[in-house]
């Protein structure tokens, strides 16, 4: 299996930005499919992005699409979520997920511990 581990996340205003990545360790990164997800305090987990093993796909959410960016370092065995123009409503607890399988919002084998992202307005 695959062990996951998120950073990055903090208390930021309307409009900045922040850089989640998350580490893996156990079996190599490239085995999977990646992807982060989120979810607010009563809400249910939603989807955020993925990417595909080799980074030939992307997907997000509408409601990152321009905003947000996934990507990948396989030799470091970390992915990455690169947030801009960040909003309140992008507050929420962010966890990265693996999958062998699935890419998109279906995926979600192994899920990391999450990191809280807060925005201000």
């Known amino acids: 299996q695959v062990q996951l581990v998120e950073s990055g996340g903090g208390l930021v205003q309307a409009g900045g930005s922040l850089r989640l990545s998350c580490a893996a360790s156990?079996?190599?990164?490239?085995?999977?499919?990646m992807g982060w997800f989120r979810q607010a305090p009563g809400k249910e987990r939603d989807f955020v992005a993925a990417?595909?093993?080799?980074?030939?796909?992307?997907y997000y959410a509408d409601s990152v699409k321009g905003r947000f960016t996934i990507s990948r370092d396989n030799a470091k065995n970390t992915v990455y979520l690169q947030m801009n123009n960040l909003k309140p409503e992008d507050t929420a607890l962010h966890f990265c997920?693996?999958?062998?399988?699935?890419?998109?919002?279906?995926?979600?084998?192994?899920w990391g511990q999450g990191t809280q992202v807060t925005v201000s307005s």
């Open positions: 997920a693996a999958d062998a399988r699935r890419v998109g919002a279906a995926m979600g084998t192994y």
């Open positions: 156990g079996r190599t990164l490239k085995s999977y499919h």
């Open positions: 990417i595909s093993r080799s980074a030939e796909s992307t």
